[in-house]
């Protein structure tokens, strides 16, 4: 559940943890008091008092509670900023109180739809509520999110969007940006380029975006970068063209992953494979290898779907191995190579892929 933040007795409790922590970490700059990672929020008489005083937003109590601990710190910690999540049911700007100087407010875009930019309408209610921070505060993080959470290893393309929503979160006093990806593990989707994108544009945001990921793509990938950038492509139109809400946690069955597209994506990155190959270019084949990863992913777990497109459409070359087993082994090979331990936040693994597909 949650706390009941408007109990006095709470908060003389939370500044005297939060003291006792500053006192043995002597260097820290941040604190956080924040919420628990739920909707179970208080809602005693005291708590819904409050609620309705501050325009029917949860963040009253809590913001009050920060302000509270921020005040008592403030002279012997100057340093020292108290950071608390608006997330989920506490992210509406409050009506009364404002954040002291030294709290920093972090919006949090859990329900977002990272297929698209901050200034698309399915986008609406968490660009309005970065608006209405910026106009009580000059100091907001963001917590965003750039992987799905339940298929780490999966396109899911929301590398198009990153660079143009960074430059909005600068604009409107976004002080600094944490972006959470597949942290336990690599194999993440396109997680190096993304990772590149976000350091040059957290850098500095007046950079262009597409000349950041053409500079990636031919560094990495070589005389494979036009094949990558077709998968880019291939995989963000898919979204825009099933009007595919691309949430955290998106299922491999989801639209956007038909089987047209997996075919289509197999065949550009056995054509990227090819090419590396050719150049007897050992790095980049195993970059190469990586960011195939993906598409394996859903081609194994849709291979049904696949087979049936495929048998269909006899003129379209198959670009994985004759049988599901071959094309796990293939998948398994690199999984090792490219040290992958997740392929999901919930801990899925090769094991669970290999019962999904009923391998033994």
């Not at 106009?135 to 339940?150: E, G, L, M, P, Q």
């Not at 660079?163 to 336990?184: A, I, L, M, R, W």
Request: aromatic fraction near 12%; include cysteine.
């Amino acid at each position: 559940g949650q706390l009941c933040w408007s109990n006095e007795s709470l908060v003389e409790y939370v500044v005297n943890q939060v003291i006792t922590m500053l006192k043995n970490q002597p260097d820290a700059s941040v604190v956080s008091v924040s919420q628990n990672d739920n909707f179970d929020y208080c809602n005693s008489t005291a708590e819904q008092a409050i609620y309705k005083e501050e325009g029917g937003v949860g963040i009253g109590p809590i913001l009050r509670a920060v302000n509270k601990v921020a005040l008592a710190i403030k002279d012997k910690y100057p340093n020292v900023k108290v950071d608390t999540l608006a997330y989920q049911w506490t992210r509406g700007t409050p009506l009364i109180t404002k954040p002291l100087d030294n709290v920093v407010i972090r919006l949090c875009s859990i329900e977002c739809d990272f297929g698209s930019k901050l200034s698309d309408p399915s986008n609406a209610k968490f660009q309005k509520d970065i608006v209405d921070w910026s106009k009580i505060s000059d100091r907001t993080w963001i917590w965003n999110y750039v992987t799905d959470f339940a298929n780490y290893v999966m396109p899911w393309p929301d590398w198009y969007n990153i660079d143009p929503n960074t430059k909005f979160y600068y604009k409107h006093s976004g002080k600094g940006v944490f972006q959470e990806s597949s942290y336990q593990s690599y194999g993440g989707d396109m997680a190096p380029l993304k990772g590149y994108l976000m350091a040059k544009t957290l850098f500095n945001p007046d950079l262009d975006g597409q000349a950041i990921i053409d500079e990636f793509l031919l560094g990495y990938y070589g005389p494979a970068a036009e094949q990558f950038q077709q998968y880019l492509n291939l995989w963000s139109n898919q979204v825009k063209d099933t009007n595919m809400y691309l949430g955290e946690s998106v299922p491999y069955t989801s639209k956007y992953l038909s089987p047209r597209a997996i075919v289509e994506s197999g065949n550009l990155l056995k054509e990227a494979e090819s090419l590396v190959r050719g150049a007897k270019d050992d790095v980049r084949l195993l970059h190469v290898q990586e960011g195939s990863l993906s598409t394996l992913y859903v081609a194994l777990l849709r291979w049904k779907n696949i087979q049936m497109y495929a048998n269909e459409n006899p003129n379209i070359p198959w670009p994985f191995e004759k049988t599901l087993e071959l094309t796990f082994d293939k998948f398994y090979t690199i999984y090792n190579a490219t040290d992958v331990t997740h392929l999901s936040e919930s801990g899925n693994d090769i094991e669970w892929l290999k019962k999904e597909l009923n391998l033994g």
